[in-house]
């Protein structure tokens, strides 16, 4: 029987990450082919469940309860599509050296137990609880599988052990203490899990970045007078889709007048020449994500226009020029301007626009790195993370910003950017 068949039996080589860094990293082609090795989604799948159960050793917890897609997704490998990410619908257990369990929504259960065969069929169950309260807790779902739940702990051997859970409906939280099950926070626990990536994450988190590169070819060649922000986002998710991502989460696009404050969103307002724009795509593939600003002018730019571009590209550089294992994340935050020599009144009004953050199959995973945050509570950076690193400046004229962000993947002795669109000078779209 493969090692695939057999999940619960892993070794000590699958936390090993297989990285290779002597060259450029690949960007490789996305099907399945006999001559090259791309992704080896059985490496993938075990060397995530042995960093789960890695991380779940190093904590006071003996199990795992799970209702975040995306850690449910990092311990089991499975999926059921996007509509899934905001139901609070599935749920996965991991008890100690255990293999997964995973309730799925209805039929889900069946397809797993088909077509997921690193997982034991007879762990692959049909269930719900109460889809954002949609389902009454007094229906009894709730504490029907807190009852299951418990056992399955007790017959795992760790009913005395703290359980962590990721978050869940109010009225599970209730329930799982009504059996007696003692809730500690498990993110922070899977969150340690997920923060390095082993070989095959790197490349599935390059090849995401150079279907953005697309993109951005294309932005560039459609930016003109007479066509929208909401066109452009329109354009970017057919792409992106044709390319075949499986979640376009959001796209940004903001132009003109509404380039300061940075306002997180897209309207129906028309570009118009001399315009600062930017742009933001948040897009994954099997799950891995981008998060990837790009700011362009329309025909024209004016020197203060130029001039926040110039800003905010010696910020990022300063940045990138600091990620490497054995730094703080409060050395790299403190390359980059305060809050108040930006116009705000405190770090907590400017978070985000310095910002940078752990890249994976959440948009937002660790370290965290802003002043906001950084400075007190620094985290050490290490080889095997991916970071994305974003910087915003406001024009001198009052209502045109610049904002670049890069994705970075920590080697053994720096970082290598992976958003690829030439981004070292402003770029003029349909230059007049």
């Keep these: 029987m493969s090692r695939a068949l057999m999940p619960n039996l892993l070794t000590p080589q699958d936390l090993e990450p297989n990285w290779r860094w002597e060259g450029k990293l690949p960007a490789s082609g996305h099907m399945s082919v006999d001559f090259e090795r791309r992704i080896d989604h059985d490496r993938l799948r075990r060397y995530r469940l042995a960093r789960t159960r890695q991380s779940l050793k190093n904590s006071n917890a003996g199990s795992l309860l799970l209702f975040d897609v995306n850690n449910i997704r990092y311990v089991s490998a499975t999926k059921i599509g996007e509509w899934e990410r905001d139901k609070m619908c599935r749920f996965c257990l991991l008890t100690g050296d255990d293999s997964p369990y995973v309730w799925d929504f209805g039929s889900a259960a ?11 069929p007879d762990h692959c169950l049909a269930g719900v609880v109460g889809m954002r ?9 709730m504490r ?5 739940i418990a056992q399955l702990i007790k017959d795992a051997g760790m009913a005395n052990m703290p359980v962590g859970v990721d978050y869940a409906e109010t009225a599970m939280f209730h329930a799982l203490k009504e059996e007696g099950i003692n809730v500690v926070d498990g993110q922070q626990i899977m969150l ?8 095959d994450e790197i490349q599935l988190l390059t090849q995401a970045a150079s279907m953005v590169d697309g993109v951005y070819h294309m932005i560039y060649e459609e930016l003109k007078p007479g066509i929208r922000e909401n ?3 329109a354009l970017s998710n057919k792409m992106l889709y044709e390319m075949g991502s499986d979640d376009v989460e959001a ?11 940075h306002p997180h969103n897209f309207t129906d307002r028309y570009f118009r020449p001399g315009d600062q724009a930017f742009f933001d795509i948040l897009q994954s593939y099997q799950g891995y994500r981008t998060c990837y600003y790009r700011t362009f002018n329309i025909g024209r730019a004016t020197p203060a226009q130029n001039d926040a571009y110039v800003k905010a590209r010696e910020w990022i550089d300063a940045s990138i020029a600091m990620i490497k294992p ?5 050395k790299v935050a403190e390359v980059w301007p305060t809050a108040e020599s930006l116009g705000f009144p405190n770090e907590d009004a400017a978070f985000g626009l310095q910002f940078g953050h752990g890249l994976g199959l959440a948009l937002h995973e660790r370290p965290i790195i802003s002043r906001a945050v950084s400075m007190d509570h620094p ?12 910087t915003y400046c406001p024009a001198a004229d009052g209502y045109s910003a610049a904002r670049i962000e890069e994705e970075v993947v920590v080697t053994e002795d720096g970082c290598e950017v992976i958003s690829l669109f030439p981004a070292e000078e402003l770029p003029i779209a349909n230059r007049y």
């Design 144 to 148: 029907k599988y807190a009852k299951m």
């Design 379 to 390: 985290m050490e950076i290490q080889t095997g993370m991916v970071f994305a690193l974003e």
């Design 110 to 120: 069946v397809h797993h137990q088909k077509y997921s065969d690193w997982l034991e």
């Design 326 to 330: 054995g730094v703080s994340t409060d």
């Design 192 to 199: 340690a899990a997920r923060e390095i990536k082993n070989w």
């Design 251 to 261: 796209i940004n696009a903001i132009s003109g007048e509404r380039c300061n404050p």
């Design 231 to 233: 066109d452009i986002v």
């Design 133 to 141: 309260g949609t389902i009454p807790p007094e229906f009894g779902l």
